[in-house]
């Protein structure tokens, strides 16, 4: 028995390998390095989809069917006023509107998927803009899919730079393996419910700190040491302390993550053309001495550098506030989220595991003492 069904295998997919030993992502059959740098989000998302990268056609095509179903309904957009108005949190505000994307639709798997994957950065863009009293930007069809989320959060056009930081972010994150969150949309959908029911589930769950919620502490901690200077006091009196250094260290890989490779790249081209390089500058100097200090302290135990580490210095540089980071996450992750409901819909069955009972045995039930206790 596996507690928490490490090591289990519960599916088969074409869609993401996350080989843990070598440090690697496949993504349909690309390395995340060379794909997620390179790629535009349309494509990737053809490929998860469709199994193949599409042709310049397909590709243009492909984009204006995802654009045009940015617009939220009249229905979303209350049910995000009224969260606005409780001060719900952006994450219980996506976790709100994605199932209002189905009202007044046929239930269809791609279809489905498609407007989800277009309207997530459309509901986080308005939440955000609503949470503090702005109001929503109209949808811009002629803008990529980064472009689009940006351009809702500020009301602004981004520069290509910003547009393409945030695109190969999201191309990163995009699908990571059987996750939490991708487990529980395939659990979800292999019972034959619908696909937004899905990704409502998988929203849930990666609501969950233990899933979603680290890439903002691992910025508060560049935050806190401030200055070069005070990086490796601040982090030997952490370990000495116990504490866990956020944004080093992963469940799955036991080297480097890859996706902080390219997030690294992502981060140094963008904040060598904009941003504050300083606060770049910082965390490279806190990233080298927690390595140093952790392979000092733990020589046993590889604790690279993950990839929330990169995202807080790469979302922090494009202006996002950290209440954002994991919802931009999921902006990203809807896509594998949607391939994966499609993959377990096509070639799945009921996802159906069992437990081990270790609870009490051979009671008896004695009426009389059940009257006497209520």
């Known amino acids: 028995m596996r507690d928490g069904l490490d090591d289990v295998v519960a599916a088969s997919t074409r869609l993401s390998e996350v080989d843990g030993e070598a440090g690697r992502l496949t993504i349909a059959g690309y390395t995340v390095d060379d794909l997620a740098p ?4 349309e494509e990737l998302a053809y490929l998860l989809l469709h199994g193949r990268l599409p042709d310049p056609f397909e590709r243009d095509q492909f984009a204006q069917d995802v654009a045009g179903r940015r617009a939220l309904s009249p ?10 108005a409780a001060q719900a949190s952006p ?3 996506l976790r709100m509107g994605v199932p209002m994307l189905s009202l007044g639709r046929a239930e269809n798997p791609l279809d489905d998927s498609l407007t989800a994957i277009a309207a997530f950065p459309t509901i986080v863009g308005t939440y955000a803009r609503l949470q503090h009293g702005e109001a929503p930007v109209p949808v811009r069809p002629d803008l990529g899919h980064a472009a689009h989320y940006l351009h809702q959060l500020s009301g602004e056009e981004p520069s290509a730079e910003r547009a393409r930081a945030l695109e190969t972010y999201l191309n990163t994150v995009c699908d990571h393996g059987l996750n939490a969150s991708t487990f529980a949309a395939r659990v979800i959908v292999s019972t034959r419910s ?11 769950a990666l609501k969950g700190p233990l899933h979603g919620g680290a890439p903002g502490p691992a910025l508060d901690m560049v935050f806190e040491i401030g200055v070069p200077e005070r990086a490796e006091a601040v982090i030997r009196a952490k370990l000495d302390r116990g504490e866990r ?10 080297v480097r993550d890859p996706r902080a490779d390219v997030l690294a790249e992502a981060a140094e081209r963008f904040y060598s053309s904009d941003g504050d390089r300083s606060i770049y500058d910082l965390a490279r100097k806190v990233e080298t001495t927690a390595l140093r200090l952790l392979r000092e302290r733990k020589p046993d135990r590889r604790l690279d550098t993950n990839v929330e580490f ?3 210095l790469l979302l922090h540089g494009l202006g996002l506030p ?4 994991t919802p931009t996450f999921a902006v990203g992750r809807v896509l594998g989220w949607a391939a994966h409901c499609l993959e377990q819909l096509r070639d799945g069955r009921l996802i159906r595991p069992q437990s081990a009972y270790i609870g009490p045995t051979n009671l008896h039930y004695d009426r009389q003492l059940a009257h006497a206790a209520a």
């Open 38 to 41: 390179r790629a535009t989000f």
């Open 75 to 84: 229905a979303a957009m209350s049910v995000l006023h009224y969260a606005a």
């Open 91 to 93: 994450m219980d505000a």
């Open 194 to 204: 619908d696909v937004i029911s899905a990704l409502a589930g998988a929203v849930g």
């Open 245 to 254: 250094l956020m944004g080093f260290g992963h469940r799955v890989y036991r």
């Open 310 to 312: 990169y995202t807080a």
């Open 322 to 325: 950290t209440e954002l980071f």
